[in-house]
């Protein structure tokens, strides 16, 4: 990335001068599983297609509106939003905005044989922020600090995709993790809150059952009387006491929550969203889906691919 000087731009400093990136318009569907750039508009090219990404959002300098879903909020300078692939999104620009986009999909996080870090697992923590957050528009981090570690998190991005060397794909893969492990925690804050619980112990419980929904390991009660102190042979009555239904209940409407938020907010097929929840097969899947929500996953899909303008 680089100024109208030729020098490298590594810092978000809204006065720096900044080259403008104008393929956006041909990036509505990106076939690398990463791409980061800088794009100043003074107004929005309509979007006619579903995106098959996922796409971070920061705003350098400007101020208009965000919309998504036709429900609206005012950006500004310093703006942070995450938007699903399906999600439909326009910006009404009010002053020349500089957006800062992160697209980018599944894949970039896949590990190569020589990796000691597994990056696939981390990207399921995006699961529980796809399947907790309101998907209105706005602020997507609230707390000041985080905003903080975001933008030079958002700097080392910018700067090792400019530098781009053997090192530059993991630095990024840990650097977009540690972005998503802010963005969770926020969302996190804005679940209900913990005196809603007779003990603080169970929110927290409740907490790590979805962080972690997709390992079956860490959610099996074994683990989780261990983990936090319960005994084994009471869990069962503690859970239900405590959530008025089983944990076998609440592992299953999680994952259809979590089922519904991907038939909605994202492409990815059905068969795949029924193995990856640990679902026999998607006709299962969209069984239990009817049972709890009175449609399947096909009719939930097409109500949000009825938003999309054409």
Known sequence: MVNKRGKAVTRLDTGCSMAVNMYFSSMEQIHEPFSISVTELDHWEKRNRRNNFFELVYILKG?????????QVPYQEG????????DCHLYDITATTTFLFIRFTANFF????????DFGKWFCRLNFIIGNYNRLPGELISNGADKQHLVHLLELLMYENQRNDPHTRRIMQSTM????????????TALPPQSLYEEKKFADLLLHVQYHLLDEEMITPQFLSERFHIAPTYFSEYFKRNARETYQEFILRSKLK???????????PFKEIAYDLGFTDSSHLNKMMKRFYNKGMSAIRKSAMADVPA
């Open 63 to 71: 101020k208009g509106k965000q919309c998504v879903n036709y429900n």
């Open 79 to 86: 703006s942070f939003f995450l938007l699903p692939s399906s």
């Open 110 to 117: 896949s590990s190569d044989e020589e990796c000691v870090i």
């Open 177 to 188: 993790v540690s972005i998503l492990e802010l963005i969770a925690r926020n969302v996190a």
């Open 258 to 268: 979590l089922a519904e938020a991907k038939a909605l907010y994202t492409d990815i």
